[in-house]
């Protein structure tokens, strides 16, 4: 008991600090090279709003760290963790380590939802929160969609799950390809098509903010609902009896999932497999004590998805591979694995 108290303390503060350096690393990629030294200073400069070290760097350079890569680097770990964090919750509620936005076809439905506002956007003068608010409606439908059709006197079979969330991603796909066929702007198209696949580029602070508040109102509200989470997995009538309101939790979970999955699709487009792999690797190191996996699951998507935007960036040097190609080949094998063992189900 002991060992586990100053352990999982221990892995906390070792994943944070190297989820630091790892966004100083991120920070430090791009065709442009700038010293670890200099980057450093930059940042501490901008944050602090002083300047603590003189100037001895262009402000082109200083735009690159503090405009485009440091908001980028940030943006990844944020769109990691909720991605990650919405895939612990769908698998709690279902039982099933098969439930992922993205294989779901919820990640499908948001998309969906920020294309139609993004490319009929200028023609209706919808504001630009109104992109936000479009994907999280799409993520809401689909995954109830997917939930109602898939369950079965409230309980979720693998292959109902997967092949509903096939079924539901084919047709938000075929929606979303419709008006794209149908958009008459070719720049904002194109843009989209670049999107979809999975793009941090041209992140700004305002993006930031909106998800990290998302994220960090979704963290509380998980940690919030830990020991009720941990019921559920003992199975609905066990729970029932430790006084858990399943319905109420049911609609907490999907409300705060899909707002997770709508609002970091409007962000970062369709990046897959997130949060299928993480929880699944952050399970096997803490179990299923919702305690201990929800703040593991965070540190490690965020730490997953900075290192595959760094891949994505050297790897298509000098283009820019989009970041969902290099989920795909991590998490697509991932995912044939565990169909192979057909171990779906966990808890009660």
Request: aromatic residues 8%.
């Amino acid at each position: 008991m002991k060992k586990n108290k100053l352990t999982f303390p221990f892995i906390y503060i070792s994943l944070i600090l190297f989820l630091i350096v790892s966004i100083i690393i991120a920070v430090n990629v791009g065709s442009v090279n700038i010293s670890g030294t200099e980057l450093c200073k930059i940042i501490i400069n901008n944050i602090s709003n002083k300047e603590f070290f003189p100037k001895t760097w262009s402000n082109s350079v200083e735009n690159i760290v503090w405009q485009l890569r440091l908001p980028r680097a940030l943006l990844a770990a944020i769109v990691g963790a909720g991605l990650s964090l919405s895939g612990v919750l769908m698998q709690a509620l279902t039982k099933n380590v098969l439930a992922d936005p993205y294989i779901l076809g919820i990640s499908s439905g948001a998309s969906t939802g920020a294309v139609l506002t993004i490319l009929l956007g200028s023609t209706l003068s919808l504001p630009i929160l109104s992109v936000h608010l479009g994907a999280f409606i799409g993520a809401l439908l689909s995954s109830i969609i997917v939930f109602v059709i898939s369950s079965s006197q409230g309980k979720f079979s693998s292959s109902g799950l997967v092949l509903t969330g096939v079924a539901v991603a084919s047709i938000f796909s075929a929606i979303t390809n419709f008006v794209m066929f149908k958009a008459k702007d070719v720049r904002k198209l194109y843009s989209v098509m670049f999107w979809m696949t999975g793009s941090l580029a041209g992140s700004k602070w305002n993006d930031l903010l909106l998800a990290f508040l998302v994220l960090v109102v979704s963290s509380i509200i998980a940690l919030i609902i830990h020991k009720t989470l941990d019921a559920i997995l003992l199975g609905e009538d066990a729970a029932i009896t430790l006084g858990v309101n399943i319905k109420l939790l049911k609609k907490i979970i999907i409300a705060t999932s899909t707002l997770l999955t709508g609002i970091m699709v409007s962000l970062s487009g369709i990046i897959g497999f997130v949060g299928l792999v993480i929880p699944h690797i952050s399970r096997t190191i803490a179990g299923s004590v919702h305690k201990k996996l929800i703040p593991l699951t965070i540190l490690l998507g965020s730490l997953f998805l900075i290192w595959s935007d760094i891949l994505a960036r050297i790897i298509g040097s000098p283009e820019e591979l989009p970041i969902g190609v290099v989920t795909a080949f991590i998490g697509a094998p991932f995912f044939l694995l565990l169909l192979k063992k057909s171990k779906y189900s966990f808890g009660g």
